[in-house]
């Protein structure tokens, strides 16, 4: 049972950037595909980005495009989400999970963690 630990949110201005961590404990991050998601209040989950277990192929919404990148570290067991030029429509919970396979669909991860709140301000 793989357990993940997202960590980095916070209160940032439009136009900054932050990274967010995905910590795995209980298996080897490396062996799946990471997805991110994130959650605006009254909204539902929507993808952001994913990357491949080999980490060579990644996926992004469009409206992330050129500003997120997802990258891996695998000595670390950590996945990370830099977002750049952060907009105020960015601010969400934002979501890393486990699957066998990068998508786009929430359906396909197995395994959530607990979220982590991104704020941009105007």
């Known amino acids: 049972q793989v357990q993940l630990v997202e960590s980095g949110g916070g209160l940032v201005q439009t136009g900054g950037s932050l990274r967010l961590s995905c910590a795995a404990s209980g298996g080897t991050l490396s062996t799946y595909a990471v997805g991110w998601f994130r959650q605006a209040p009254g909204k539902e989950r929507e993808f952001a980005g994913c990357?491949?277990?080999?980490?060579?192929?990644?996926d992004y919404r469009d409206s992330v495009k050129g500003r997120f990148t997802i990258s891996r570290d695998k000595a670390k067991n950590t996945v990370y989400l830099q977002m750049n030029s952060l907009k105020p429509e960015d601010t969400a919970v934002y979501y890393c999970?486990?699957?066998?396979?990068?998508?786009?669909?929430?359906?396909?991860?197995?395994?959530w963690g607990q979220g982590t709140q991104v704020t941009v301000s105007s």
């Open positions: 999970a486990a699957a066998w396979g990068c998508s786009r669909n929430s359906n396909a991860y197995d395994y």
């Open positions: 990357i491949s277990a080999s980490g060579l192929i990644s």
